[in-house]
C-alpha cells in the first residue's frame, strides 16, 4: 500500500503557472505507474496525465497537451505536474494517484485545490 500526499496548489492568473507535487511513502513509487485527476466544482473527476513507472511513457488529456508535463524522481518518490499558461478552466482539485485508470484508481492523495483567476 501506499500513501499519496499532494502539496503545491494555490491561486494564480490565467497564463501562469504551477508545479504540484506527489509525494509517496509506505511503498517505492518506481512499483506504480502514477497519474493526476482533477475535479472542478459542479462536475465529475477527469483524467490529466499518467506517467509510465520508469518515467518514460506519458499521456495526456487533450486539454492539456502542450501545457502540462507530468514527471517523476523515483530516488525521492515524489511525482510533479507542471501546469503552464493554466486558463480559468484548469480551476479544480487535483489529485494524484498511483495505478491510474481510465476513471479510476488503485491510491488516492486527498488533493490540492488550483485556482486560475481570469
Known amino acids: 500500500q501506499v500513501q499519496l500526499v499532494e502539496s503545491g496548489g494555490g491561486v494564480v492568473q490565467a497564463g501562469g503557472s504551477l508545479r504540484l507535487s506527489c509525494a509517496a511513502s509506505?511503498?517505492?513509487?518506481?512499483?506504480?505507474?502514477m497519474g493526476w485527476f482533477r475535479q472542478a466544482p459542479g462536475k465529475e473527476r477527469e483524467f490529466v496525465a499518467r506517467i509510465g513507472r520508469s518515467g518514460v511513457t506519458t499521456y495526456y488529456v487533450d486539454s492539456v497537451k502542450g501545457r502540462f508535463t507530468i514527471t517523476r524522481d523515483n530516488a525521492k518518490n515524489t511525482v510533479y505536474l507542471q501546469m503552464n499558461s493554466l486558463k480559468p478552466e484548469d480551476t479544480a482539485v487535483y489529485y494524484c494517484?498511483?495505478?491510474?485508470?481510465?476513471?479510476?484508481?488503485?491510491?488516492w492523495g486527498k488533493g490540492t485545490l488550483v485556482t486560475v483567476s481570469s
Open positions: 509506505g511503498r517505492t513509487l518506481s512499483s506504480y505507474a
Open positions: 494517484a498511483a495505478n491510474p485508470r481510465t476513471a479510476d484508481a488503485d491510491y
